[in-house]
């Protein structure tokens, strides 16, 4: 992505440094998900034929199918989750999966997978959340009767 601006490869310990794929992998099946929206609207308007934005669904399904078990493994030469999914989606459906990013910036790639992907990550917070609020209630239930020493600054209570 970088090499049309310098005539030497970047150094080694710069795209070490730089490079965030083994933090937003975790973010592919929302990027996924987040395509899978865009192509249907790109079909929809016409922007792609039916047939186009069928293949490119289809092939997004198989490469969350292989993100989901382990058997699409991100290359850290491609940079980024979005780049290795797409990578992964051309070589599935040739030129066709190329026209994924017609009338969507990186940018707005980018912000709607973190969206999607804290969207759910808050959910399953918000249900752990409940799991806990009910077992603390179930335990207040059970123990309703149960004396308890009452404290002020570490020592007990009259």
């Not at 989606?89 to 912000?111: F, P, V, Y």
């Not at 603390?136 to 002020?152: Q, S």
Request: hydrophobic residues 40%; negative net charge.
């Amino acid at each position: 992505m970088w090499k049309g601006r310098f005539s030497q490869d970047t150094d080694e310990a710069v795209q070490k440094f730089t490079q965030s794929l083994d933090m937003d992998w975790r973010m592919a099946l929302a990027d996924i998900r987040g395509s899978i929206a865009h192509v249907r609207m790109l079909g929809h308007t016409g922007l792609l034929s039916e047939e186009e934005a069928t293949v490119i669904e289809k092939n997004l399904c198989l490469v969350a199918d292989e993100v989901r078990n382990g058997t699409l493994v991100p290359k850290v030469s491609l940079e980024d989750v979005h780049m290795n999914i797409e990578s992964r989606l051309i070589e599935l459906c040739g030129a066709t999966g190329a026209k994924l990013h017609m009338g969507r910036s990186r940018n707005d790639q980018a912000n709607t997978t973190v969206r999607l992907w804290l969207r759910k990550e808050l959910l399953d917070i918000w249900d752990g959340l409940n799991d806990l609020i009910s077992s603390l209630i179930k335990k207040a239930e059970e123990h309703a009767e149960t004396v308890v020493p009452g404290y002020t600054h570490l020592q007990q209570a009259q």
